[in-house]
């Protein structure tokens, strides 16, 4: 299985700034399966990048991805208020599917 | 629009059993692998299972398999999840979820809202 670990645990950032979240994976992971997503409280997750680099559809731009190997990297270039809540990396080119333990990125 | 709408959750003793369904319109059920996912109160995401569009494929997590089965009736566009001896580490909201492609290896775009299970005595 290969595990994803995430950090920080917690980013405490102020609105306007800039947000870097880490995901390093156990093994290689092929940048066309690694995603992230973000969730907000009482909600589902919502799918912001996958394939590494690339939005979903509806995504700002504020939002890139970028990475290879076994360290990825989702920068969050201007905070904007909907944009605190937690972030999960996965990868989804081996079975077992698996999920990082998750970020959250809380208003400073 | 794609819709996922997921059924079935409660309350169960532990070593009972129960069967999630998810309902699924606004696209060609058929063509898509299906994922469940769930995530303990105040957790982290954790994958659980996933099936093929036609059903022939289906991969477990550890933790689960051989206690879960993931099956679905493309006739109904559902999806199901039945559970068996189930542990109170099992409580969790369960999501059902759909790839962003029609391949094996796609990233979730869709997913329902959840149906809670709990499992206590």
């Known amino acids: 299985e290969i595990v994803l670990t995430q950090s920080p645990g917690t980013l405490s950032v102020s609105p306007g700034e800039r947000a870097t979240l880490s995901c390093k994976t156990s093994?290689?992971?092929?940048?066309?399966?690694l995603a992230w997503y973000q969730q907000r409280p009482g909600q589902a997750p919502r799918l912001l990048i996958y394939g590494t680099s690339s939005r979903a559809t509806g995504i700002p731009d504020r939002f890139s991805g970028s990475g290879s190997g076994t360290d990825f990297t989702l920068t969050i270039s201007r905070l904007e208020p909907e944009d605190f809540a937690v972030y999960f990396c996965q990868q989804y080119g081996t079975s077992p599917w698996t999920f990082g333990q998750g970020t959250k990125v809380e208003i400073k | 629009q794609v819709q996922l709408v997921e059924s079935g959750g409660g309350v169960v003793q532990p070593g009972g059993s129960l069967r999630l369904s998810c309902g699924a319109s606004g696209f060609t059920f058929n063509t898509f692998t299906i994922h469940w996912v769930r995530q303990a109160p105040g957790k982290g995401l954790e994958w659980v299972a996933v099936i093929s569009s036609d059903g022939s494929n289906k991969h477990y997590a550890d933790s689960v398999k051989g206690r879960f089965t993931i099956s679905r009736d493309n006739s109904k566009n559902t999806l199901y999840l039945e559970m068996t001896n189930l542990g109170t580490e099992d409580t969790a909201l369960y999501f059902c979820?759909?790839?962003?492609?029609?391949?094996?290896?796609?990233?979730?775009?869709?997913w329902g809202q959840g149906t809670l299970v709990t499992v206590s005595s």
């Open positions: 979820a759909r790839g962003l492609s029609t391949g094996w290896y796609s990233a979730v775009q869709y």
């Open positions: 093994q290689n992971v092929y940048t066309t399966y």
